[in-house]
């Protein structure tokens, strides 16, 4: 009965205040719902193990990670067996790797299609606790040298290519140029490892080595699910030393693993084989931190709605003590507001959490739709766990918020308050924990803002940076030959069939009257990056990674006037170049500045170089070009050097660049019938422009910074609403002392002033710490991203000046306000 | 009683302050005339809601009036520029409050030399030596650096008279100055108005206590706004601080 007495109590005086319990929901709302949505983006993409329909956690067993490349590296599946057979922590594991594959000859369409695929041992899907929906998974026998080739489809292809014909199993397709049986079709949503739509056993002989090698062609990784109970450090101690143990009995030529940098095999959450998680984890980090300072954010500003809610009514709670209520029942009432405003703001947050996971989902479909290479654990979902983060929270908050203005009502002298009337005058507790609020808002606000101003600049840098090429009126797409009819010759045969296609499309294409120009890039300027190191002839440092880093590309003969860059000096690559037995290669203006200020890089020799000795041919400078970038400009692996060689002298898979007039579409419609016109087993594959091609790695960090643009909204709007609100509460609650100042013989202006003064000093301690947190952070995220200095200047500068600017208006607005009273009526406040 | 001689510090002439609600007319203080003479020790007293305390705000001129006139030593302090008022209060007026209104963040020190600071024309060494003599008045020099939660009801309202008179104010504003203190620390605030007066202080107090009203010079009677009795007592008790 007395609850319900309560309940109506509270209800009558929120209603009494509607803008106040408005702004108090909205605030709650709108801070709850993006730490719960936060919560579920990065669990469900980085943070939660990967179980499938296991119980116990997927691990992947892999190399290492080139921080230059921003590459995981494979491993000797030599090693990968040794632990597969040795562990007693895995139940069960197995070997794949990924790659491309060609389907063709299709019915239900003309021409054939690029699908994502998955080559492994015989068990994979075992592992992943998953059994094909239609025929069968693999067998050993499957892998045994000289058996029937078979594969698995996933159900989207099924679906897509061949209408989920029931009679699928038995029939025969050409799979890069070669026929495989289909002996079943998974089930719908699973492309495990991440984005396989085909899967085909590896032959024993590639999973069972008898001996260790470098060749890159050769390895493998590894993924196995741990054992009931065990936790992955356990796994790691025992890798490390079934590792140590085996390392101890490697030939010379492979002592160098031993102390690889970073370990030659890591063991690590299996989410983390995606490449852009792992590079972008201190950003994830930094996200991850800045949700949680907004909810502190959120929590400070209706903690300090509701306290100054208290100081409003605190003769009225006076009068209830005075009454007799006990303190149990005037800590309920104080609380009731809080559940009532947290509780009405959780169920807003949890719809603004909806239409968030349902918006991301659609940008997530919008990325990967050309390439198809979106992780299935990338289709994000509201699941159980977001039920209880938010209930979690919202007892957090309702107890946070509800606190402070209990623990006001019960530690204010109620006989002074009764006796004199006074409410204005600040006790030295109340007034330290008041500054304390207004410190800690000032510091978690510009921490956000600066983060996210950083961060947003940075990527809008990198979406406008000039990266040496023309993009207009040009499309780029990819060639995929099928290996069976293009093999990929050693480079002792330079005129290999692949090129030989390649400069026959050329040709067609550059006959079209809308065809300006076609060249081939291994990854075109703007894409790309990763570097290795690479030495000098004559300037060798002693180990290899103390010499310089260059990233190295190849490209056609006449490539650089279809991307509108130049040689600048020496020669372009040419016929002369294809029977030398040289190895030519141009470089880009900064490198040549920078390695050769001498202006004598022509004629100089170079190779790539890497740890255990290994080492390219010596490459001869023959030409500069202008200058590129390969990569977005914000992230870190991104290459300002770059050295290419020629396409010719290689078989490598390219990308194409073609310089047009006239419509997109009809030159894409060209591109399209020039390579049918040739081979329809030859695929084109993500054809488009040559700007959606720039954007493309960067839409995940766009992904990421539209959070990180709504953090910056929500947390300027709390700093904005919870500066101000914290700033007048804290004046107002100072009115007695104004006043008494006032009394004294303080004029206005000295109020003002004092109370700048006073706010200057609040905002000089809230930046420190802010600034110090900012600093921390923005140092983790420069691991993975590039931030230019703009982006210093304007969330190092700009921000604090936002902030301060915000500060002075805060605390001017309610200085002039209360100084617009007469002193007497502050001095007989109530 | 002869004032003539006297020099006029306060002067009100039709003196009135009307309260105004959505709805409603409140008249405070009704065509109140008052003069008040240099070294006047005054009390001012009446039922609750009379309208004492209204009358100390305007003559402290922390709220203006609705209507007549105010001259305060002389310049005309009716309706006059905020900041002008400030002024008149930091020079002419000390303040001392019932619930003392002693800053809790500042020591006893820096409370007295507050409204000192509000002055452009005091060097930091004559407001240190200033807030050393009124302290010394007041007999609280031993408790300069300590903060007002460490001292006594009474002693924080020592305190408050020492920063009352250490600009040397014409006039003393104190309301109900006893009002939330024990017998003996009201005595003790008491002897300490009387002490001041005697050595020239003009003094105008808001009181309940008939017993401290019977101890000022002068008591005047307010009820329903208006002054109904103004009379001397000619024999106010003689102590020495």
């Known amino acids: ?830 | 009683m002869d004032n003539s001689h006297k020099k006029i510090l306060v002067e009100l002439t039709e003196f009135t302050k009307t309260y105004f609600s959505k709805d409603l007319e409140t008249r405070a203080l009704n065509n109140i005339n008052l003069k008040i003479y240099e070294g006047d020790f005054l009390s001012i007293t009446g039922p609750s809601g009379c309208g004492k305390s209204t009358l100390l705000s305007l003559l402290g001129l922390l709220d203006t009036s609705t209507s007549g006139m105010y001259l305060l030593t002389g310049h005309n302090a009716s309706h006059i520029h905020s900041n002008e008022r400030a002024r008149l209060r930091n020079k002419e007026i000390g303040f001392v409050f019932q619930s003392f209104n002693l800053i809790s963040d500042l020591t006893v020190a820096e409370n007295i030399e507050l409204p000192l600071t509000y002055r452009d024309d005091l060097s930091k060494h004559v407001r240190e030596e200033m807030v050393r003599m009124s302290l010394e008045k007041v007999d609280m020099a031993h408790r300069a650096s300590h903060f007002p939660a460490q001292l006594s009801g009474g002693q924080q309202q020592r305190v408050a008279v020492a920063r009352a008179i250490a600009g040397k104010p014409s006039i003393i504003l104190a309301d109900e100055p006893t009002g939330n203190l024990d017998s003996k620390n009201a005595e003790s605030v008491m002897r300490l108005l009387e002490a001041l007066n005697k050595a020239g202080t003009t003094i105008c107090m808001v009181t309940h206590d008939p017993a401290s009203a019977a101890r000022t010079q002068r008591v005047i009677k307010i009820f329903d706004g208006e002054i109904i009795s103004d009379k001397y007592n000619f024999t106010p008790t003689s102590v020495a601080v």
Request: hydrophobic share 45%; net charge neutral; proline share 4%.
């Open chain 1, 1 to 830: 009965m007395t609850i319900w007495i309560d309940i109506k109590y509270m209800l009558r005086q929120l209603t009494n205040k509607p803008m106040f319990t408005l702004i108090s929901v909205l605030v709650v709302a709108f801070g709850l719902g993006l730490t719960v949505y936060t919560y579920t983006l990065l669990t469900q993409i980085v943070f939660k193990p990967l179980t499938l329909q296991g119980t116990t956690p997927l691990v992947a067993i892999e190399g290492e990670f080139r921080e230059k490349h921003g590459r995981g590296q494979r491993a000797d599946p030599y090693h990968l067996n040794h632990i597969s057979a040795e562990s007693k922590l895995i139940e069960r594991m197995s070997l794949y790797r990924t790659g491309s594959t060609i389907l063709s000859d299709l019915d239900n369409m003309t021409g054939s299609k690029k699908l994502h695929a998955s080559y492994s041992q015989w068990n994979l899907f075992e592992v992943a606790g998953v059994q094909p929906q239609l025929g069968r998974g693999f067998s050993p026998a499957d892998q045994e040298v000289g058996a029937d080739p078979v594969v698995v489809i996933s159900h989207a292809v099924w679906a897509k290519y061949f209408g989920q014909n029931p009679d699928i199993l038995g029939t025969s397709i050409r799979v890069n140029g070669t026929p495989k049986q289909i002996i079943g079709v998974m089930p719908a949503g699973f492309s495990f490892p991440a984005v396989a739509q085909i899967w085909a056993p590896l032959v024993i002989t590639q999973i069972q080595t008898s001996a260790p090698s470098d060749a890159y062609s050769a390895s493998l990784n590894g993924v196995a699910r741990l054992k009931n109970g065990v936790s992955l450090s356990q796994l790691l101690s025992e890798v490390d030393s079934l590792l140590a143990e085996h390392f101890q009995l490697l030939p010379q030529e492979f002592a160098w693993r031993t102390s690889s940098p970073g370990g030659y095999i890591r063991v690590f959450p299996f989410k983390y084989t995606d490449d852009s998680i792992t590079q972008k984890s201190s950003i994830f980090v930094a996200l991850f931190l800045v949700v949680v300072l907004i909810l502190l954010l959120t929590c400070i500003n209706v903690g300090n709605l509701l306290l100054a809610r208290v100081n409003e009514r605190i003769k009225e709670v006076a009068i209830r003590i005075a009454l007799g209520i006990s303190k149990e029942r005037l800590v309920i009432q104080m609380l009731w507001e809080s559940v009532f405003i947290c509780g009405v703001g959780g169920v807003l947050a949890w719809i603004l959490v909806a239409i968030g996971v349902q918006v991301t989902n659609e940008v997530l479909n919008g990325i990967f739709a050309l390439s198809e290479a979106r992780p299935f654990w990338w289709h994000i979902k509201l699941e159980s766990d977001a039920v209880v983060v938010l209930v979690v929270t919202l007892i957090f908050m309702v107890i946070a918020t509800g606190l402070l203005p209990a623990w006001r009502a019960l530690t204010g002298d109620m006989n002074a308050i009764l006796r004199d009337g006074t409410r204005g005058a600040l006790g030295k507790i109340n007034g330290r924990i008041n500054k304390s609020i207004v410190i800690t808002e000032i510091a978690l606000s510009s921490v956000v803002l600066m983060i996210a101003s950083i961060l947003l600049y940075t990527s809008f840098n990198a979406q406008n940076a000039d990266y040496g090429v023309d993009t207009n009126n040009r499309i780029t797409a990819q060639i995929l030959l099928p290996t069976s009819v293009y093999p990929t010759n050693p480079r002792t045969n330079p005129r290999t069939k692949r090129n030989d296609f390649y400069y026959q499309l050329k040709g067609n294409l550059e006959q079209s009257p809308n065809i300006h120009s076609v060249a081939y890039f291994t990854s075109l300027p703007g894409t790309g990056g990763g570097s290795s190191h690479f030495e000098i002839l004559g300037k060798e440092a002693l180990v290899y990674n103390e010499n310089p880093l260059w990233n190295f590309e190849v490209v056609s003969r006449g490539a650089w006037e279809t991307v509108a860059m130049k040689i600048i000096a020496g020669r372009d690559f040419d016929e002369r170049d294809l029977d030398s037995g040289e190895s030519p290669v141009i470089i880009n203006d900064s490198m040549a500045r920078a390695l050769f200020p001498l202006g004598d890089a022509l004629g100089q020799r170079v190779r790539t170089v890497d740890e255990g000795d290994w080492h390219t041919e010596w490459r001869t400078i023959v030409g500069i070009v202008s200058d590129s970038v390969h990569g977005p400009t914000m992230q870190a692996t991104s290459a300002w050097h770059t050295g290419y060689g020629l396409m010719d002298l290689r078989s490598w898979t390219m990308e194409l660049v073609v310089h047009y007039s006239g419509s997109e579409a009809q030159a894409m419609a060209t591109l399209h019938k020039a390579v049918a016109d040739m081979d329809p087993e030859v695929t084109l594959d993500q054809v488009q422009s040559y700007e959606q091609l720039i954007a493309q790695p960067m839409r995940l960090i766009d992904a990421i910074n539209t959070i990180f643009l709504w953090c910056g909204l929500v947390a300027l709007v709390l700093a904005a609403t919870g500066i101000y609100a914290v700033s007048a509460n804290s004046i107002s609650l100072r009115s007695q002392e104004i006043a008494t100042r006032r009394a004294l013989g303080a004029s206005n202006g000295h109020v003002v002033r004092f109370l700048l003064k006073e706010a200057g000093l609040q905002l000089t301690a809230g930046l420190i710490v802010g600034m110090s947190i900012s600093i921390w952070l923005i140092y983790r995220i420069s691991q993975s991203m590039l931030i230019g200095g703009g982006g210093f200047a304007i969330g190092l500068v700009g921000v604090p000046i936002l902030i301060s600017v915000m500060v002075l208006i805060a605390t001017y607005i309610p200085s002039k306000k209360i100084t617009s009273y007469e002193p007497g009526e502050g001095l007989r406040q109530v």
